[in-house]
């Protein structure tokens, strides 16, 4: 990523090739993430009740702390980078830092928060799938506007704005 810092990062073009593959990726995760999410529940907090707590009517069991577990231990980690790498990436990009530092913030706590709250339902209260939904909302919204800032800084040629985003100054 060295390059990226560089003042003729715009003018690599293999690394704008990279950049856009990554992109695809991320969309493509954006995508599956909604998917899976859909397939299990809907944005009715009833749903994410009953797909944590089980369902006697539909003869669906609550997630087990196993289950959870090893599902969190893989998120963490995968989310975490995926994070820290859109996140990054969102620093290059032409705009405010305060923008940047609001962008970074939200993508972190709605991730986290996107973990936390089945173990939230699951474990202390039905009245946290209400977070489960927000979260979920919320980090695909952060995602897809960290896709398209990325993309629409490297198709444009966008000045590369990392110099500002690492000084001390507010802007």
């Keep these: 990523m060295r390059f ?5 990062w ?5 690394l704008r090739l990279v950049l856009v593959w990554f992109l695809v ?11 899976l999410y859909f397939a299990k529940m809907t944005l009715n ?35 975490g980078i995926l994070v820290l790498t859109m996140t990054h990436l969102v620093l290059f990009v032409p705009m405010a830092n305060r923008w940047k530092a609001w962008i970074v913030s939200l993508a972190f706590t709605t991730a986290l928060a996107d973990e936390a709250a089945g173990w939230l339902v ?22 897809a506007f960290m ?4 993309l629409w800084a490297i198709c444009t040629a966008q ?12 802007d």
């Design 45 to 79: 907090p009833a749903s994410v009740v009953a797909y944590y707590l089980g369902n006697e009517a539909t003869f669906t069991q609550p997630r087990s702390y196993q289950g959870l577990l090893e599902i969190t231990h893989f998120h963490l980690f995968a989310m």
């Design 122 to 143: 699951r474990f202390v209260s039905p009245r946290f799938a209400g977070l489960k939904v927000a979260a979920f909302l919320g980090l695909e919204a952060v995602l």
């Design 4 to 8: 990226t810092v560089t003042p003729d």
């Design 25 to 35: 990726f991320v969309a493509l995760l954006w995508i599956t993430n909604a998917l």
């Design 10 to 14: 715009r003018n690599n073009w293999l």
């Design 147 to 150: 896709i398209g800032a990325v």
């Design 159 to 170: 000045p590369n704005d990392y110099r500002s985003s690492a000084s001390d100054d507010d």
